[in-house]
């Protein structure tokens, strides 16, 4: 029988986030991974962006499995905006804790997921799926039980690294089992996917992936209060802070919902985990006290800046020289204003500031962690995933200077199909429509370019607001016009700019209501609206939202 195998992503390429990855066997449809993406700071208004997954709604008949590999938002948060809206009965594979994430998340969207059927598997463990034979090994990342996937197929394995690093030392649940990726290796690999997002840290990730002895010295130099800054789902970053503060005999106190949601996940389903017994609930302002704020995406940012506001008015928070800010969560990019302006705020506060988020690495595959997979499963074909696309561009040259061929690195985009026929690459330059999908409030899909422009608009220029009312019978002006502006120029020596605005406005619409006829209110908004942008943008280079209000009497 004829194999053919198409491989795609509708999310995670050339970004961070939402990644998404679709193997077509043989018309069967093996999903790994359902992320969502966090907004960068110029996407006003938008909560989550997910992937295009208009593919899956046509197509959900084919969806054998979805195999997700760890509980970040980035990789299953989609997930329940896909089951819900496609109302979809489909098998759903992942650890217990990744289901468990799964449901926290669904709940947090309000989402209805029980349609659905969930299966916990073991980090190491093979089972079928329709016949096709998936493996299942455990890697090292921020969360527990984090795995990669093998989904094995007559002309060699498709392995999915999920998010990784390959760290030797550390136990279960952040074990990686390179005995259980060794003997899964011994078969030939196809096609290798593994992600990018690091690909330009020269060496292995791990141990600078670890806060523990920076936050050690800390705690010795700092007397007072320690409020530390992490980014939500960062699990084990999380149990580091934990057990640091117990070392040094600190108490905890758990700032946002979000953590503290995160650690009843793991009291109640990590076996080895032990609710601290030094966490307070009140008392925020205890002198030797672990502030822990975590949040997901760059609401981390908005958590410090109201923490930093508050110094001003909240006498009982009183921020002293005794105390730190301890940043441990990095600018992501599009964020970097925001993070500079909150790090400014912070160190105009009387406390010390340790920005120790430069100072480690976050928990995504540097060049030796790549390498090492890469001689492990020694894949036909190769292709870089999860990242910018610079970053994918440095990972197939570390793949070319580890010996392969050039035309067997597959650096492609969202969209485009990777096409095999009995194990061989075919040249079919498909594309499958991958749009992503901006969450704003409870739209899914709604927002649409020239809605962020609006709101743009109204950040950087302000708002103009014309009224005025012509009566339909004698087709005079009969009231205003009024002109109002926020967030716009309305000092005393605007009166000569507003006169030409009222002019301009009152003349174009005393023009348009002499025809014969009804009078079209769209037409004469959109010619009202582009006159007087032509004037403001003419008299004050400004380019204001205009609102034209026309009434008839």
């Given at each position: 029988?004829e194999?053919?195998?198409r491989?795609?992503?509708?999310?995670?390429?050339d970004e961070?986030?939402?990644s998404?990855?679709v193997v077509?066997?043989?018309?069967q449809l093996?999903?790994?991974?359902?992320?969502?993406r966090?907004?960068?700071?110029?996407?006003?208004?938008i909560?989550v962006?997910?992937?295009?997954?208009?593919?899956?709604?046509?197509n959900?008949?084919?969806?054998?499995?979805?195999?997700?590999?760890?509980?970040?938002?980035?990789?299953?948060?989609?997930?329940?905006?896909?089951?819900e809206?496609?109302?979809?009965?489909?098998?759903?594979?992942?650890?217990?804790?990744?289901?468990?994430?799964l449901?926290?998340?669904a709940?947090?969207?309000?989402?209805?997921?029980?349609?659905?059927?969930?299966?916990?598997?073991n980090?190491?463990?093979?089972?079928?799926?329709?016949?096709?034979?998936i493996?299942?090994?455990?890697?090292?990342?921020?969360?527990?039980n984090s795995?990669?996937y093998?989904?094995?197929?007559e002309?060699?394995l498709?392995v999915?690294s999920g998010?990784?690093?390959?760290?030797?030392?550390?136990?279960?649940?952040?074990?990686?089992?390179?005995?259980?990726?060794?003997?899964?290796?011994?078969?030939?690999t196809?096609?290798l996917l593994?992600?990018s997002?690091?690909?330009?840290?020269?060496?292995?990730?791990?141990?600078?992936?670890?806060?523990?002895?920076r936050?050690?010295s800390?705690?010795?130099?700092?007397?007072g209060?320690?409020?530390?800054?992490?980014y939500?789902?960062t699990?084990?970053?999380?149990q580091?802070?934990?057990?640091c503060?117990?070392?040094?005999?600190?108490?905890?106190?758990?700032?946002?919902?979000?953590?503290?949601?995160t650690?009843?996940?793991?009291?109640?389903?990590?076996?080895?985990f032990?609710?601290?017994?030094n966490?307070?609930?009140?008392?925020i302002?205890?002198h030797?006290?672990i502030?822990?704020v975590?949040e997901?995406?760059?609401?981390?940012?908005?958590?410090?800046?109201?923490?930093?506001?508050?110094?001003?008015?909240?006498?009982?928070l009183?921020?002293?020289a005794?105390?730190a800010?301890?940043?441990a969560?990095?600018?992501h990019a599009?964020?970097?204003l925001?993070?500079?302006?909150?790090l400014?705020k912070l160190y105009?506060?009387?406390?010390?500031?340790?920005n120790i988020s430069?100072?480690?690495?976050?928990?995504h595959?540097?060049?030796?962690?790549?390498?090492?997979?890469?001689?492990i499963f020694?894949?036909?074909?190769y292709?870089?995933v999860?990242?910018?696309?610079?970053?994918m561009?440095?990972?197939?040259?570390?793949?070319?200077?580890?010996?392969?061929?050039?035309?067997?690195?597959?650096?492609?985009d969202?969209?485009?199909?990777?096409?095999?026929?009995?194990?061989?690459?075919?040249?079919?330059?498909?594309?499958?429509?991958?749009?992503?999908?901006?969450?704003?409030?409870?739209?899914?899909?709604?927002?649409?370019?020239v809605?962020?422009?609006?709101?743009?608009?109204?950040?950087?220029?302000g708002?103009?607001?014309?009224?005025?009312?012509f009566?339909?019978y004698?087709?005079?002006?009969?009231?205003?016009?009024?002109?109002?502006?926020r967030?716009?120029i309305?000092?005393?020596?605007?009166?000569?700019?507003?006169?030409?605005?009222?002019?301009?406005?009152?003349?174009?619409v005393?023009?348009?209501?002499?025809k014969?006829?009804?009078?079209?209110?769209t037409?004469l908004?959109a010619l009202?609206?582009?006159?007087?942008q032509?004037?403001?943008k003419?008299?004050v280079?400004?380019?204001?939202?205009?609102l034209?209000?026309i009434?008839s009497?």
């Amino acid at each position: 029988m004829e194999e053919n195998v198409r491989v795609f992503a509708l999310g995670g390429l050339d970004e961070n986030g939402k990644s998404l990855y679709v193997v077509d066997y043989n018309s069967q449809l093996y999903v790994f991974d359902a992320g969502l993406r966090y907004p960068e700071e110029s996407l006003l208004g938008i909560d989550v962006i997910l992937p295009g997954y208009q593919y899956l709604i046509d197509n959900k008949d084919r969806i054998k499995g979805i195999f997700l590999t760890h509980g970040h938002d980035e990789n299953m948060g989609a997930l329940p905006f896909i089951i819900e809206e496609m109302n979809l009965d489909v098998d759903v594979y992942g650890t217990n804790f990744t289901i468990l994430s799964l449901y926290q998340t669904a709940e947090r969207f309000n989402k209805d997921i029980h349609i659905a059927h969930f299966h916990v598997i073991n980090g190491n463990q093979s089972f079928l799926v329709n016949g096709m034979k998936i493996h299942a090994f455990s890697v090292t990342h921020g969360v527990p039980n984090s795995c990669g996937y093998a989904l094995e197929t007559e002309n060699g394995l498709i392995v999915y690294s999920g998010d990784f690093i390959l760290d030797f030392s550390e136990k279960p649940p952040y074990d990686t089992n390179l005995a259980r990726i060794t003997e899964i290796a011994k078969k030939p690999t196809l096609l290798l996917l593994a992600e990018s997002y690091n690909s330009t840290y020269e060496g292995y990730v791990t141990p600078n992936h670890h806060l523990t002895r920076r936050l050690n010295s800390i705690c010795d130099e700092v007397k007072g209060r320690i409020f530390i800054s992490i980014y939500g789902q960062t699990v084990i970053q999380l149990q580091e802070i934990i057990n640091c503060a117990k070392e040094n005999k600190r108490r905890i106190f758990l700032y946002t919902r979000q953590v503290r949601e995160t650690i009843k996940l793991l009291k109640d389903e990590i076996a080895n985990f032990s609710l601290p017994d030094n966490i307070i609930t009140q008392n925020i302002f205890e002198h030797d006290c672990i502030v822990v704020v975590s949040e997901l995406g760059n609401k981390v940012v908005e958590v410090l800046n109201e923490i930093a506001m508050a110094n001003d008015t909240e006498k009982s928070l009183k921020i002293t020289a005794e105390d730190a800010f301890v940043i441990a969560s990095p600018a992501h990019a599009g964020t970097e204003l925001s993070f500079a302006r909150i790090l400014d705020k912070l160190y105009k506060t009387d406390a010390m500031v340790y920005n120790i988020s430069k100072d480690y690495v976050t928990m995504h595959a540097g060049t030796e962690d790549l390498k090492t997979l890469l001689a492990i499963f020694k894949p036909k074909y190769y292709m870089p995933v999860r990242g910018y696309y610079n970053k994918m561009v440095e990972n197939a040259r570390l793949a070319l200077s580890q010996g392969y061929n050039h035309n067997n690195i597959l650096v492609y985009d969202n969209g485009m199909v990777v096409s095999f026929k009995d194990g061989e690459l075919t040249r079919a330059f498909e594309t499958i429509p991958a749009d992503e999908i901006m969450v704003d409030g409870i739209g899914i899909g709604d927002v649409e370019n020239v809605v962020i422009n609006d709101r743009r608009k109204l950040q950087q220029d302000g708002v103009m607001i014309l009224g005025i009312s012509f009566s339909m019978y004698t087709r005079k002006i009969v009231a205003g016009p009024d002109i109002q502006m926020r967030g716009f120029i309305l000092n005393r020596s605007a009166t000569a700019f507003v006169e030409k605005v009222s002019k301009c406005f009152s003349d174009t619409v005393y023009e348009f209501v002499q025809k014969p006829g009804l009078v079209d209110f769209t037409e004469l908004r959109a010619l009202c609206k582009e006159r007087v942008q032509t004037l403001v943008k003419n008299e004050v280079d400004r380019e204001p939202m205009i609102l034209p209000v026309i009434i008839s009497v």
